[in-house]
């Protein structure tokens, strides 16, 4: 069983679409994660939920929205798809943390967007 | 700001040769250290890690202590294989409990037979 996947796995689309990113962790985690990985490899975090609660949204184009139905799924909804978009974006999840230690994230397979 | 710089890459090295890709930190307090590696085509997977000073975080080979007094989580390897190249993510994330992590820029790891 896949423990964060995600659909799709390559999405290509126009400038100016709308398209949606599912995430689901079948770890039992309480905290998910956006990260956005550019073409130089460098990966940024763009959203944090915990239990469905957003607990970081870091500097990210309000065209970008997250939602987390519940605490098992958090999609990324992306509206009016621009060139600098394409890259690739990874789910991820990780347990509650126990007093001071901050736990392993576990990361999904990625999606990689190409906006033409 | 929180920040994790790491040695620039491409780093190529032979089958069974030594590995060192060098990380260092800049973060208030005491962070939790980590080490993602990423095969090609595939997510980021844990390879190790350290929470706290003087900490030896190892897996399939790969080591690295918590430095503090250098503010280093140096990876190291005595003998890598063809399997091993990937791209290495160094990584600190606050014990703020957010979460968050901080990623280095990644170092391409090549080895050949």
């Known amino acids: 069983d896949t423990a964060v996947s995600q659909t799709p796995k390559y999405l290509v689309t126009q400038m100016g679409n709308d398209k949606s990113i599912k995430c689901e962790q079948n770890?039992?985690?309480?905290?998910m994660y956006w990260y956005k990985q550019d073409s130089k490899k460098f990966l940024k975090i763009m959203f944090s939920y915990n239990n469905k609660e957003l607990i970081i949204n870091e500097t990210v184009p309000n065209r970008f929205s997250p939602k987390s139905p519940d605490k098992a799924h958090l999609n990324l909804h992306i509206n009016s798809l621009e060139l600098g978009d394409s890259a690739v974006y990874f789910c991820a999840s990780s347990p509650p943390a126990s007093g001071t230690i901050t736990d392993t994230q576990y990361f999904g397979p990625g999606t990689r967007l190409t906006v033409l | 700001g929180d920040s994790v710089t790491q040695m620039e890459g491409p780093v190529t090295l032979s089958e069974e040769a030594f590995l060192t890709i060098n990380c260092t930190y800049t973060a208030t307090g005491y962070p939790s250290l980590f080490w993602y590696v990423q095969y090609p085509g595939e997510g980021l997977q844990l390879l190790l890690k350290a929470t706290k000073a003087d900490d030896k975080g190892s897996n399939k080979g790969f080591e690295a202590t918590y430095r503090k007094e250098t503010t280093s989580f140096h990876l190291e390897k005595g003998s890598v294989q063809v399997s091993d190249s990937a791209v290495y993510f160094c990584a600190l994330t606050q014990s703020s409990n957010t979460g968050k992590l901080i990623f280095g820029q990644g170092t391409t790891l090549q080895v050949k037979p």
């Open positions: 770890l039992g985690h309480d905290t």
